[in-house]
C-alpha cells in the first residue's frame, strides 16, 4: 500500500511535471524559431527533454503500479498465515475443550478455557470475513451451559465455523460441479460423524429417585463401542437414606426448585442457575457441591474439621468429599450450607468474576 505523505509526493511532483509539459508545449507553440540561428537545436534539445520525461512518467506509474501489487500481495501473504495460524490454534483450543479430563464423566470448559475462547474472538474479529467472525460468535455462545456442560450442539457449531474458515482461507481454486459434489459428500459423512460424538457425550437423565438409584448400581458403558465398562455404584440402605434426606430437604426449600437425575450426579435448579450438585463417589463417600457465600466473603467453610475444597474451573462453587458417616454426623450444618447455597442463587448473588478477585478468596476458609 502507498503512504499518505508519499501520495502527497506524486501529486506534487506530477503537477509540476505537468506545468513544465505545458509551459514547453506553450513556449513551441507561441515562437517563432524560424529567424534563429540556433532553432533546430533548441527544438532538438526540446523534443529530447519532452520525450525523455513522458518515458520517466510512463516508467514511474509502471514502477508505482508494480510495487502497489507487490505491496499488496505481500499483505496477503502475512494475512493468509495469521488466518491459518489463528485458525489451527482454534482448533486445538476446542479440542481441548472436548477431551475429557481427569474426574470428569463428559467434557466440560472451564472458566479458564471459556475466557481463552473470548480472547481469540479479538483476533477472529480482527482477520476474519463477517461470516467466519459471526459463526465464531455463534459457536462461542452455544458451546456450553452455565455451569460448563459442552451442549449437544456444540461440536455440530463449530464443523460450520470450520467450514467458513476454510472458505475464509480461499484454499482451493473455483471447485467444478464434480468438486462440489465431493465435496457435499465430505461435508455430510463429517456431520454424521459429529452426530456419534455427540451421542457419546451426551448425559443420559433418569425418571426419579428409584430409577437413578437403579442405574447408579447398574452401571454403564463409557462410550458407544461398549469398550469400556464403568461399574455400579453399591448402594446400601444407609447410603440410599442420606442421598434421599438430602433429595427431600431440597424438595421442600421451594415449590420452584427443579432437579434432574444423571450418571453425573443429583443436580438442583432455582431461577435457571445450578445450588446443589452431588453423588456417591463410592458406597462410603460423597461429592456434594454448594455456591460460595458473600456473607463469609466467598471463603470454604469448615464442617468439624472437615474442609471444603475449591473447584478447579467453577470457582463460584467449593465441594466436600466427605464420608457417610460424617455427614450423618454433621447432617443439620450440612443442610444449612445447602439452604444458603439455594438463597445466595434465588437471590441473585452468586459470586461474580469480574468484582472479586478469585486469588485473593481461593486461600479463605472459616468455621461453621
Known sequence: ????????????????VTIGYLLCFGFLKTYKFQNWILSPFIESIIGVFMGAGAIAVITGVILIFQKTLESEQ????????????????V????????????????????????????????NVALLSKPKTFKLYC????????????IKNNAIEK?????????????????MTAKDHQVFDSAVKIAKEETEEIVAKFKPQYFNDFD????????????NQEGKKKIKGIKINNHLRDILKSIIDFSKNLSEDVTNNYSYEASTWFINNGKYLHFKPWNDKELEILLLRDPENNWARPIVNGIEAKNRSGFESYYRFFISNKDYKE?????????????EIQRDGKRLNK??????EIQDLTYEL
Open 138 to 149: 455463534q459457536m462461542l455462545a452455544d458451546i456450553a451451559d452455565q455451569e460448563g456442560n
Open 74 to 89: 505481500k499483505k496477503k501473504e502475512e494475512v493468509f498465515k495469521e488466518k491459518l495460524s489463528l485458525y489451527k490454534n
Open 1 to 16: 500500500m502507498i503512504s499518505e505523505s508519499l501520495k502527497k509526493q506524486y501529486k506534487k511532483w506530477g503537477i509540476l
Open 158 to 174: 463449530f464443523l460450520e465455523f470450520v467450514l467458513a474458515a476454510r472458505e475464509d482461507l480461499d484454499v482451493q481454486e473455483e
Open 91 to 122: 482448533i486445538d483450543k476446542m479440542h481441548e475443550a472436548f477431551r475429557i479430563k481427569n474426574n470428569e464423566n463428559m467434557p466440560k470448559l472451564s472458566s479458564e478455557e471459556r475466557d481463552d475462547l473470548r480472547f481469540t474472538l479479538l
Open 211 to 222: 430409577d437413578w438409584i437403579k442405574k447408579l448400581q447398574t452401571g454403564r458403558l463409557s
Open 354 to 359: 469480574k468484582e472479586v478477585d478469585i486469588n
Open 330 to 342: 454433621n447432617e443439620q450444618k450440612f443442610q444449612q450450607l445447602i439452604k444458603r447455597s439455594y
